[in-house]
């Protein structure tokens, strides 16, 4: 498996095409587009890694799988009266679909959707509590306590957020946000600011790929089934706009995010993640998701089979 990891930052060293780093969010614009890192971590407890799995970066919208889980947690199926469970077939940052559907987010993975879970989490608290709370929870299931928030990518898109704001904006219209707009949307850029590397995702993970226990240690984190329905929908929405081509091409449940990172579960086997800034056209990291086309490609472990 080592082998296999080794080829494929090989093969992503040398790739000509490697698109374009996020820079709407101007923090995120400085990372070196040249880096790349992949990480799997397996049920039976063993890691292989390959390129910088050690450095952090922003995990920006994979953080929507640790928000969402947290929030089930809490409040179990009236969630879905916040958020839909659709794919949207619109870019992750689209606000057409919140018109014609009363304010209700189609998914937690496009923006809106995440902005109503991020409001939903925070049940009356400041968004210091919540976000203890999350990062917490993210320690907790990659047992590493020095993942951290890193301040300046949060204060860069709170800087930045027009787009965010008129989303959490025109919710709030619709009675869909029950807390003060700019603190909903600081607890949801600081969320997707947190730091961690492609060893400690890939660690967090886990819990996804054995049926809500994390292996090595034995935690259950979520019952079976709420595991099934996570994995269901990062299948499904995963990728925005380009969730089907995701799982044409790769056939695992995957979330991304604008920092060049990806999160893709095989069931049964274990977590990979991948971090490659350069992002395609749907602003998903475009070496990371060929590099698990190959992953998939030698492993088979495609929840469709070879
Ligand atoms: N797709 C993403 O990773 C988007 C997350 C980013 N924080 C935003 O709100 O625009």
Redesign the pocket.
Known sequence: MQDLINDIAAAMATAEERGKVAD??PELGHVDPQRFAISLSTVDGKVYSAGCATTPFSI??ISKVFTLTIALGQMGDSLWSKVGREPSGDP??SIVQLEHESGKPRNPFI?AGAIAVADAIMMGHEPKETLGEILSFVRYIADDDSIYFDHAVAAS?MAHRD??ASLAHFMKAFGHLRHDVDKVLGT??HQ?AIAMSCEQLAHAGLFLASDGINKPSGIRVVAPQRARRINSLMMMCGH?DASGEFAFRVGLPGK????GGILAIAPGHGSIAVWSPGLDAY?NSLLGTQALEMFVQRTGWSVFGH
């Open positions: 709407y969010i920006q919208s992750f940052n923006n898109e787009r965010n949801y850029f997707c925005y991304s995010g604008v920092g602003g």
